[in-house]
C-alpha cells in the first residue's frame, strides 16, 4: 500500500503562483506520477503527468503555466501553478501509477480569488 500526502494548497489571487507537493511513501521511480483536479460540480480531471522517465504531458488549459516535476530522492512529485486563473479552483489529487495499481491522495484546496 502506497500511501499519498498532498500540501501546499490554499488562497491566491488571479495571476499568483503557489506549488503542490506529493510526498509518497513508497519508490517513485518506477511510477507515473499524474496531478488531477477537481472542481465544484464538475468531473475530476487530469491535469498533468510525469513518466518514469520524466517525460511530462500537460492538459491544454494549462500548458505553459504549470509545471509538473519530481525529486526521487525525496519521493516527491510537485506542480508548480503559475498564471493562477479563477477557473483553476479545484480540488488537486496526486495520483501514483504503478504496475496496474493506482494510488490517491486525500487532496489539497486551491481557490483562485481576488
Known amino acids: 500500500q502506497v500511501q499519498l500526502v498532498e500540501s501546499g494548497g490554499g488562497l491566491v489571487r488571479p495571476g499568483g503562483s503557489l506549488r503542490l507537493s506529493c510526498a509518497a511513501s513508497?519508490?517513485?521511480?518506477?511510477?507515473?506520477m499524474r496531478w488531477y483536479r477537481q472542481a465544484p460540480g464538475k468531473q475530476r480531471e487530469l491535469v498533468a503527468t510525469?513518466?518514469?522517465?520524466?517525460?511530462?504531458t500537460y492538459v491544454d488549459p494549462v500548458k505553459g503555466r504549470f509545471t509538473i516535476s519530481r525529486d526521487i530522492a525525496k519521493n516527491t512529485a510537485y506542480l508548480q501553478m503559475n498564471s493562477l486563473k479563477p477557473e483553476d479552483t479545484a480540488v488537486y489529487y496526486c495520483?501514483?501509477?504503478?504496475?496496474?495499481?493506482?494510488?490517491w491522495g486525500q487532496g489539497t484546496q486551491v481557490t483562485v480569488s481576488s
Open positions: 495520483n501514483l501509477y504503478r504496475a496496474g495499481q493506482n494510488y
Open positions: 513508497s519508490f517513485i521511480s518506477l511510477a507515473f
Open positions: 510525469i513518466s518514469t522517465v520524466g517525460m511530462t
